[in-house]
T-cell receptor
Framework: AQTVTQSQPEMSVQEAETVTLSCTYDTSESDYYLFWYKQPPSRQMILVIRQEAYKQQNATENRFSVNFQKAAKSFSLKISDSQLGDAAMYFCAYRSAEGGSEKLVFGKGTKLTVNP | DGGITQSPKYLFRKEGQNVTLSCEQNLNHDAMYWYRQDPGQGLRLIYYSQIVNDFQKGDIAEGYSVSREKKESFPLTVTSAQKNPTAFYLC????????????FGPGTRLLVL
């Protein structure tokens, strides 16, 4: 079974600075998807960024980018120019691309605080 | 506006009572999912449905039931058999089952009186 580990329960960053959230995963599959979701105090899960495992190029979405290291099974999220609105829980998630892969497997999350 | 709606936002259950959480989407998505979130935890899959009139158990289906009579709707019933129902429940949908990104509704907080 696949597992996702987020080793940093809490992180903090100064406004306008850069922060990196860590995520590692365990799988024997070669084709899969990785996601970062943001959960603000409203508790709605919002997709931040998605990475296909077959793509070597790291995904970027405005101030958000990932460092995807397939061999190391690592998928970190970098937030540049942090804003107060970035404060939230961040969840890393894995989804198999193989048949029968119906679910997202989530890590336990990292709480990000942005200090003004 | 297109999106996923969940109601109610808060729900209170008495001992021995069944309660139903609503999930509706107007995104024309085929697949729908129910997740449960406990404090300090990520989400865990309860049930999912790929097409109308079909659904499958996830990792923690015991004490829950679902139906999928319409493409737009995927209600979740928390039965009296679920002994620890207090949690945050999130509904999600995706275009097709398997490869597509899942998008989430705003969630329902269930509390036991």
């Amino acid at each position: 079974a696949q597992t996702v580990t987020q080793s940093q329960p809490e992180m903090s960053v100064q406004e306008a600075e850069t922060v990196t959230l860590s995520c590692t995963y365990d799988t024997s599959e070669s084709d899969y998807y990785l996601f970062w979701y943001k959960q603000p105090p409203s508790r709605q899960m919002i997709l931040v960024i998605r990475q296909e495992a077959y793509k070597q190029q790291n995904a970027t979405e405005n101030r958000f980018s990932v460092n995807f290291q397939k061999a190391a099974k690592s998928f970190s999220l970098k937030i540049s120019d942090s804003q107060l609105g970035d404060a939230a829980m961040y969840f890393c998630a894995y989804r198999s691309a193989e048949g029968g892969s119906e679910k997202l497997v989530f890590g336990k999350g990292t709480k990000l605080t942005v200090n003004p | 506006d297109g999106g996923i709606t969940q109601s109610p936002k808060y729900l209170f259950r008495k001992e021995g009572q069944n309660v139903t959480l609503s999930c509706e989407q107007n995104l024309n998505h085929d697949a729908m999912y129910w997740y449960r979130q406990d404090p300090g935890q990520g989400l865990r899959l309860i049930y999912y449905s790929q097409i109308v009139n079909d659904f499958q158990k996830g990792d923690i289906a015991e004490g829950y039931s679902v139906s999928r009579e319409k493409k737009e709707s995927f209600p979740l019933t928390v039965t009296s058999a679920q002994k620890n129902p207090t949690a945050f429940y999130l509904c999600a949908s995706s275009i097709v089952w398997g490869r597509e990104t899942q998008y989430f509704g705003p969630g329902t907080r269930l509390l036991v009186l």
